[in-house]
Structure formats: structure tokens, C-alpha cells
């Protein structure tokens, strides 16, 4: 079956370190995102790639970083720098051609929690 | 001001109740995308449906029905004869182009969790 997976589920780390949460997805999907959730608040864009080898910025960028060296993968590290990192990160695709205009695919999240 | 106001929080009904989901949204952009998503318990969020500007047409899916109104900018959502398996969050989204150039942005609201009681 395709579709996005995310790993691990629940993630737990020291402030201070670094984490990288993982996102594949085997749909052949142009277009990748990551999308941060915070209790009763909607999804805030974190980056997007359109396309292999490139991604911009989204709202709240500042803390985070991420690659895109294949077409499906796009692991999102979330570095020291991030002040309140403890969240749900949900990952999503897209078939691109318009991006943020299509349908997202979404991966069941990662519960990441820093002490 | 928020993109996307979704003002009930949360909502509880009892099992075969129908029940209205409102979603208010805010844009000056003449070509935008609306859609609706479900996050159930297990995290995933759902594609439910897209309606882009120019479509007005109500559109009904099963029990599911979504009324888009231009004149008051709203899109909600109504689960007719609602079920236990209807418990989850419901996101509205909009998607706009960004006011510093061409590219779109797509802007969550904050969501309704409903709660389906047996």
C-alpha cells in the first residue's frame, strides 16, 4: 500500500540535543512538507520541497532543518536552537504541480518530547 | 486576524444527531482552495474535500455535506445521522496566494474536536 511513514512514533530527548525525525513516502510524490501541531492550535508549516535538492522556508522555520537528497525522503531535524521543540510533527505530500493547492497526504505524526 | 476561523472548539452530540461544523475564512485573493480534513485518534490527517473559488455548488458524500458560501466567506461542514467512528478533529484549511508574491499558502484553522456519543 503506498503512503507516508513516519518514525518513530514517540521520540523523547534532553534539551539541548539535536533530533531528526524521519519521513518516506513511496506515493511518487513532487512535493514534501512538514507541518508542526500544537495542542488546540491548527498545523503551522515548518518547510516544503517541491522538488529533490530543493526547499524553502515555511512559517516557522527558525530552529529547524531538513534535507530532501531523494524524491522519498525528507527527515526534519530539529535542532537546540528550536526554544520550545516539544510537539506532534505530522509529514505530508502532495503530487506537486500546485504547490499548496492540492490534496495532502499526511504520515501518522511523530510525538516528539524534549525535558 | 485569522485565515481560517473555526470559533466552535469542541462539539459533542449524540450518536445519529446531525451536526454542522462551521468554518469562516478570510482572503482577498480571487482564486483560493478550501478543504476540510479529519484527524482521527491516530494522528494522520485525512483528505475529505477540496472546493475551489469559482464552485459554489453544495456538494454532498454520504452522510457527509459541505455548503460554501462566497457571500458570508463560509464552508461548512454537516455529518448527517452522525456515528461513533465520526469522533475526531476536523480541520478547514484555506489556501491563498501569499500576499509577498505568487506562491500559495495554505492556512490551517485551529480545528473542532467532536465527540460522538454512544
Known amino acids: 500500500d503506498g503512503g507516508i511513514t513516519q518514525s518513530p512514533k514517540y521520540l523523547f530527548r534532553k534539551e539541548g540535543q539535536n533530533v531528526t525525525l524521519s519521513c518516506e513516502q513511496n506515493?511518487?510524490?513532487?512535493?514534501m512538507y512538514w507541518y508542526r501541531q500544537d495542542p488546540g492550535q491548527g498545523l503551522r508549516l515548518i518547510y516544503y520541497?517541491?522538488?529533490?535538492?530543493?526547499?524553502q522556508k515555511g512559517d516557522i522555520a527558525e530552529g529547524y532543518s531538513v534535507s530532501r537528497e531523494k524524491k522519498e525522503s525528507f527527515p526534519l531535524t530539529v535542532t537546540s536552537a528550536q526554544k520550545n521543540p516539544t510537539a506532534f510533527y505530522l509529514c505530508a505530500s502532495s503530487p506537486g504541480g500546485g504547490i499548496q493547492s492540492s490534496p495532502l497526504h499526511f504520515g501518522n505524526g511523530t510525538r516528539l518530547t524534549v525535558t | 486576524a485569522q485565515k481560517v476561523t473555526q470559533a466552535q472548539t469542541e462539539i459533542s452530540v449524540v450518536e445519529k444527531e446531525d451536526v454542522t461544523l462551521d468554518c469562516v475564512y478570510e482572503?482577498?485573493?480571487?482564486?483560493?482552495?478550501l478543504f476540510w480534513y479529519k484527524q482521527p485518534p491516530s494522528g494522520e490527517l485525512v483528505f475529505l474535500i477540496r472546493r475551489n473559488s469559482f464552485d459554489e455548488q453544495n456538494e454532498i458524500s454520504g452522510r457527509y455535506s459541505w455548503n460554501f458560501q462566497k457571500s458570508t466567506s463560509s464552508f461548512n461542514f454537516t455529518i448527517t445521522a452522525s456515528q461513533v467512528v465520526d469522533s475526531a478533529v476536523y480541520f478547514c484549511a484555506l489556501s491563498e496566494r501569499a500576499s509577498s508574491g505568487s506562491a500559495r499558502q495554505l492556512t490551517f484553522g485551529s480545528g473542532t474536536q467532536l465527540t460522538v456519543l454512544p
Open positions: 520541497s517541491q522538488i529533490v535538492n530543493d526547499f
Open positions: 482572503t482577498r485573493d480571487t482564486t483560493y482552495y
Open positions: 506515493l511518487n510524490h513532487d512535493a
